[in-house]
């Protein structure tokens, strides 16, 4: 079993849906939680850390539950441009990638 | 700008052949990254810079070499790459002090092992 694991993808979506990504990791350790993104043939971007209480960055909202190991990331009203593939990454010491979901936002 | 510089972006070599990839940070950080990741995979840490002192993975192979000569630059060697060595080749830096985690990724570079 991987030690991050995402939604398989691809996930296929029209300019302006909501769509949401989900993430379990399973070291009660990992210490700090993010969401990069990667565009195609490009490198990881940090998007956003995650917090337990929750954080947002405009259309983006993440959050973060302890006691379930669990990170998820909410997109809303999709743009064309968010098209990419989504990374949930945690932190024990290095960095540890899950193998990330791809979003395709589609006119 | 402050950045994450990889040469070459794209690099060919034979099989068994060895090669250098290069990075250099402008952001004066104090640690720098080698990953490895193959089409739809997760990137996969090789080995890290803190400072001068190297840390590598456990399963990284052998094959699969590093140097840093200074607080700039930093160098990937592969020794004798096989076909399974083709991938993308990440770069990464971060400042390693406490509280500051992000890490700053260069472009890649694209191996191809013919």
């Known amino acids: 079993r991987k030690e991050v694991e995402q939604d398989p993808g691809p996930f296929n979506v029209p300019e302006g849906a909501t769509v949401a990504f989900n993430c379990t990791y399973s070291?009660?350790?990992?210490?700090?939680f993010f969401w990069y993104r990667q565009d195609c043939r490009k490198e990881p971007k940090l998007l956003m850390s995650v917090y337990s209480s929750g954080n947002e960055d405009g259309r983006f909202t993440a959050q973060l539950n302890r006691a379930s190991q669990y990170i998820s990331l909410l997109i809303r009203d999709s743009k064309l441009s968010d098209s990419a593939t989504y990374l949930c990454v945690v932190r024990r010491g290095k960095l540890i990638f899950g193998q990330g979901t791809e979003l395709s936002v589609k006119p | 700008d402050a950045m994450v510089i990889q040469n070459p972006r794209y690099q060919v070599t034979q099989f068994g052949k060895p090669v250098t990839l290069s990075c250099s940070q402008t952001l004066n950080h104090n640690v720098m990254y080698w990953y490895q990741q193959k089409s739809s995979q997760a990137p996969k840490l090789l080995f890290h810079y803190y400072d001068k002192d190297f840390n590598n993975e456990a399963d990284t192979p052998d094959n699969f070499q590093s140097r840093r000569p200074n607080t700039s630059f930093c160098f990937l060697d592969i020794r004798s790459p096989g076909l399974g060595d083709a991938a993308m080749y990440l770069c990464?830096?971060?400042?390693?002090?406490?509280?500051?985690?992000?890490?700053?990724f260069g472009p890649g570079t694209r191996l191809t092992v013919t």
């Open positions: 990464a830096t971060s400042s390693g002090t406490s509280g500051s985690y992000e890490q700053y």
């Open positions: 070291n009660s350790a990992s210490q700090s």
